[in-house]
């Protein structure tokens, strides 16, 4: 599945729902409206043309805003919180910070739809609305994330991490972990081999294991693509 870019770690609207699961609509709303005309998360105009365009950055935002939105969070609230993490945190990308989590952010109280801290009684912390999975799956360094682990989050490596996105390898394609090749490069391979992952690990000098992790997630990929 041929993930389109613009630039390094660049990926246009409908990559980030194979990707993310994000419907294109709220990827749309998230880059045109808060971050481009309300210049919320980073601001700027982030387009070729006509088309919309999202980060690595805004893929992991993105996550949690639509985990938000997927119990009931509306869309103000999930601005003002933004703001919040903005300031306190000095950062473009509150949400996807590690410390979000771990210092305790703004969370929502289901009961009377208000914001409140923390400490407020009979609150949801921050990690029981998101879940700890959705992080998880993340590699930090400094607290800013520097890689994501989909296949994991996706249950298709729930050992190891053999599929990694960083924007800084391939232009942010999905890439396994052995020798960073595309999983895109090692499926049109494999398919183009008859199937045959043992000639395909040869050619490119990986395991077999890992021609196999690049196939089941291309193939994850095209489903989530229909």
Do not use: C
């Amino acid at each position: 599945m041929l993930i389109n870019r613009v630039s390094n770690g660049v990926y246009w609207l409908d990559n980030v729902r194979w990707l993310t699961g994000v419907p294109t609509a709220r990827s749309r709303r998230f880059v045109q409206v808060y971050k481009g005309q309300q210049g919320l998360w980073g601001g700027g105009d982030q387009k070729v043309g006509r088309f919309y365009y999202a980060t690595f950055r805004d893929l992991l935002e993105l996550r949690v805003v639509h985990a938000f939105r997927l119990v009931g969070v509306t869309w103000q609230k999930i601005r003002k919180t933004a703001q919040y993490g903005t300031e306190r945190f000095g950062t473009d990308y509150p949400f996807s910070d590690r410390r979000f989590q771990t210092d305790g952010a703004e969370i929502f109280d289901r009961a009377d739809d208000q914001l409140e801290k923390v400490s407020g009684a009979g609150q949801l912390a921050f990690a029981e609305i998101i879940g700890p999975g959705l992080f998880e799956p993340v590699e930090y360094v400094n607290d800013t994330p520097v890689r994501w682990y989909p296949a994991q989050e996706w249950g298709l490596d729930t050992v190891g991490r053999a599929v990694l996105v960083d924007p800084k390898l391939s232009f942010g394609a999905p890439v396994v972990q052995e020798h960073y090749i595309p999983t895109e490069t090692l499926h049109l391979n494999f398919l183009a081999e008859g199937l045959d992952a043992h000639l395909v690990a040869r050619s490119y000098e990986v395991s077999e294991e890992t021609v196999w992790h690049a196939v089941r997630f291309e193939e994850e990929l095209a489903r989530r693509a229909k």
